[in-house]
């Protein structure tokens, strides 16, 4: 199994029904959502998909807010996982559900031959590690006819010495995840044959260590040794990395990427 989807495993017990109150509501907030379900819905007008994928689309709460702004009549929304407590907690029946992972699926998968794809995502790439990002943004950009969009808000930083620190907290808890610097996102997007239309800031996710002893499975000792070993080489960086008593908090920073496949 691929290393994103060992990812996934490990952190299975906090999905389905669990995964809405989880990160301080952030993943079912609807004003949270409204800058990406804006992006998405302006690639919508510009791009008239006849499907929508929302890869990594867990609960389907993004195709649902979707929904709710606009009903989108004749366009079918696939909400792709390869989580199953995540897509079963989907319950919406104008959404269809794909256990198929964003690493392999293919077009056809989700779209007939003459019909237009519009790919989504959120909060998904950093689970495809460091090395790992540009045969996968490769592997999208196969999925697409020249001119489909790819909209997706995901992890970065615009300082390369805070996305070090996450990773450096990411590394100590065990997880391959990785977060890159805007500019590096931008590089990588534009070497997989994306152009991009525009770039706009999101709401970052609050990380209370609490919350992340429960979704890795960290242990008190771990965490008091992350507080002190990140606090110690990375200091404390407001709304990135602070220490908490016994724990730490860190800020997740998202921009959102409007793409156009070339
Ligand atoms: C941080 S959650 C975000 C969920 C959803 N996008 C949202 O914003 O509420 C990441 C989701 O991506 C899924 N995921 C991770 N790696 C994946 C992959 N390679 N293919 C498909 N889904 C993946 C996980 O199962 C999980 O549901």
Redesign the pocket.
């Known amino acids: 199994m691929a290393s ?2 060992d990812s ?1 495993k490990r952190e299975m017990k906090i ?1 389905g029904q669990r995964w809405g109150s989880f990160h301080h509501r952030y ?1 079912s907030d609807p004003e949270v959502a409204e800058p990406l379900t804006a992006a998405i819905l302006s690639s919508v007008d510009a791009a008239r998909p006849d499907v929508i994928a ?6 389907g ?2 195709l649902r807010e979707l929904l709710r702004r606009r009903p989108l009549p004749g366009v079918r929304l696939v909400d ?4 199953d407590r ?1 897509l079963s907690a989907c319950k919406d029946e104008r959404i269809e559900r794909l256990f198929a ?3 392999t699926f293919a077009r056809r998968d989700l779209v007939a031959e003459d019909g237009r794809l519009l790919l989504v ?4 790439l950093h ?1 495809f590690g460091n090395s790992d990002l540009l045969p996968h943004l490769r592997h999208l950009r196969g999925q697409l006819d020249e001119g489909e969009r790819f909209v997706h808000q995901s992890a970065c930083f615009e300082d390369s010495g805070d996305a070090a620190c996450l990773n450096r907290v990411y590394e100590m808890m065990g997880t391959e995840k990785w977060y890159f610097t805007i500019d590096d996102l931008e590089a990588a997007l534009g070497e997989a044959g994306f152009s991009l239309c525009e770039v706009r800031p999101a709401p970052p996710l609050r990380l209370d260590s609490c919350d992340l002893a429960e979704r890795y499975g960290l242990g008190a000792d771990l965490v008091a040794s992350i507080r002190e070993g990140a606090g110690r080489e990375f200091g404390e960086r407001p709304e990135v990395f602070i220490s908490t008593g016994e724990g730490f908090t860190a800020w997740l920073h998202y921009s959102i990427f409007t793409c156009r496949a070339v």
């Open positions: 994103e989807e996934v999905h993943f929302d890869l990594g689309g867990g609960t709460f993004l792709v996982d390869v989580s995540q992972s964003a690493a995502a959120r909060s998904i689970y």
